[in-house]
């Protein structure tokens, strides 16, 4: 990268490399599949959706991409430029966040804690705290010109995931980042249980059922459902992740369903935590 060139140059030069790379990718693992649509989808999310170059769980990126964001949007033509300049406000959220990781990972303080983006990534994506840390700490010692990088590869794959997502069930593309917490994928599992459960739905050890309705109610292709054994997580929502983690997990879906009023879940899920607590 030529550092002399302007921030947005530098970028959208970037951008683009990133953006051919993967389109080319993309187009070589489709050509070369028996089953195109199968392909379509697995590629779709390998490459664009859960690229292991993105640090998706980080929370720099996270302030980096909506920052940057939010700068395109009010129609900014130095959008790149004036992300730079709030870097430091994305380094002191990321430090605070790495502080408390840092605690809990050598006191093992409350999980409840960790930021919603490490849970997201330990929970779903069986990530580690310690590698975690060691992404955060590593963008929080970023030159402009790694940030740029950072940048330009998010864009790209945002650009190829609008480009490519007629091909891979119509799936929305991540447009907008949104840094209020969110539910983490075991929470939208738990989600899908209770609402099963109010509507008398039995999915017993029948995995095809369980599959289907995370393919109805989370709007997930089933590839990734059995990719990553999303299915395990409903076949046994109070005992695949450990205690703590549940009981979290389970107070954070109540509040999602004390929004809806929804009297009869609520109910359900007192009566699992009572169960976890004895």
Sequence with gaps: MNTLESPEKQFEIVKQRFYSYFKKQYLSGVEQATDKVYAKEYFFNELFVENPLAPRFSVFYLSLVSTYSHYVKLGYGNAVLLTLQAVPGMNSLAADALETALLYSTHYENW?????RYLEGIEDHNCSLLELIEVERRLLKASDSKVILVLALYCALEELKIEFMDTSEEREPETEIDLKPKLTRSQQVL?????SQALGIKHGKNVSKCADALHVFLNLPYSQITNSELYK??????????????????????????????????????????????
């Design 191 to 195: 989600v899908a249980y209770y609402i």
């Design 233 to 278: 997580k409903l076949l046994n929502p109070l005992t695949f992740s450990s205690e703590k983690a549940t009981v979290h997990n389970l107070e954070v879906v109540k509040a999602f369903f004390t929004q809806l009023g929804a009297k009869q879940v609520i109910e359900f899920i007192d009566r699992d935590i009572q169960k976890l607590k004895r």
């Design 112 to 116: 409840r804690t960790l930021h919603w």
